[in-house]
């Protein structure tokens, strides 16, 4: 008797999962009537189902009424990103070299004389703050950022990436003052600040705290800090934490500029590794952010080099 319960329950079970995932057509369907009544889009359907022509369809037609490929599919992706940003002792040793670099290029500052204050500009997130265990709870979920990122910024649960604290208050140490520029927005900035805060990371206050306002370009408000302070270097996860020449620019013309400007990066700019997200992947997508998970999937791996064995 127990076995016959567990089987029936089975058969329901896979019966309701059917029922969600597909629609049988009946007499006097319309696609745009079916749409209705599942709560999507004629588009959606017919992208679903990879229908060539969305006014032909046939009674007991199987249609499909949700993606093939889901965003809980594509955030799989992020296991060995995240595993590497979180367990590998190659990621702490490339942010301690980068801080340590950070430190050559300030003494070899100090011996020259200067008019003004000396700054550091910092970006934020992934290059003095690491987020990994946000990024890390969507998988196996069907979230993806923004979902929980203000949650997330308001716990204060960032932990400091290696080497950041001590470079940084080595600079304060020794008369300069960091800035923190950051495309967080103003209404988690004094999330923010009391996360810097709680690390020991020295200047973390309204006035040095640059959260995003009217624009994500940063351009702006490294302006405004170059105005007043002798910037020595730049630190950042993202080329655009350096110059707003790579926004919007495509995977070529971003590879080019860094070419382009090879004197720069470990002279004047410093990049902290973050394979995890970032406008290398919104170039991926011609910065079409809105493509579904089944169309970022593709354009990942058209953007992949391969190599196949061939037996």
């Not at 093939?68 to 590497?84: A, C, F, G, R």
């Not at 008019?115 to 500009?121: D, F, G, K, L, P």
């Not at 020991?200 to 994500?216: I, K, M, N, Q």
């Not at 590879?255 to 090879?262: C, F, I, Q, R, T």
């Amino acid at each position: 008797m127990k076995k016959l319960i567990v089987v029936l329950l089975v058969i329901l079970f896979a019966t309701l999962l059917l029922s969600t995932e597909f629609y049988i057509v009946k007499e006097g369907d319309t696609l745009s009537k079916i749409a209705k009544e599942n709560g999507l889009t004629v588009e959606e359907l017919v992208q679903y189902n990879n229908l060539e022509n969305p006014d032909l369809i046939f009674v007991g037609q199987k249609l499909r009424l949700t993606p093939k490929y889901t965003q809980k599919d594509l955030n799989e992706q992020l296991v060995m990103s995240i595993l590497w940003y979180q367990n590998s002792g190659e990621m702490r040793a490339l942010a301690y070299q980068a801080f340590n670099v950070a430190k050559l290029i300030y003494d070899m500052d100090l011996k020259e004389e200067a008019t003004q204050t000396r700054a550091v500009i910092v970006d934020v997130d992934e290059t003095v703050l690491n987020n990994s265990p946000y990024d890390a709870g969507h998988i196996g979920t069907e979230h993806a950022y923004p979902v929980g990122w203000t949650e997330w910024c308001e716990a204060r649960l960032a932990t400091a990436i290696p080497g950041a604290v001590e470079f940084l208050n080595y600079v304060a140490k020794t008369g300069g003052e960091v800035f923190y520029i950051t495309n967080r927005k103003e209404n988690v900035k004094q999330a923010t600040i009391d996360n810097l805060k709680m690390l020991g990371f020295p200047f973390a206050d309204e006035e040095h705290v640059l959260t995003r306002t009217t624009t994500s370009d940063k351009e702006p408000r490294r302006q405004m800090v170059a105005k007043k302070y002798r910037i020595v270097l730049l630190m950042g996860d993202n080329l655009n934490d350096f110059s707003s020449l790579f926004a919007k620019k495509s995977v070529e013309e971003r590879a080019a500029l860094v070419d382009k400007m090879k004197e720069m990066w470990g002279t004047k700019f410093i990049v902290l590794p973050n394979p995890i997200y970032g406008d290398w992947e919104g170039a991926i997508y011609n910065y079409n952010w809105g493509l579904s998970p089944e169309e970022k999937d593709k354009a990942r791996k058209e953007h992949l080099f391969m190599w196949k064995y061939e037996q």
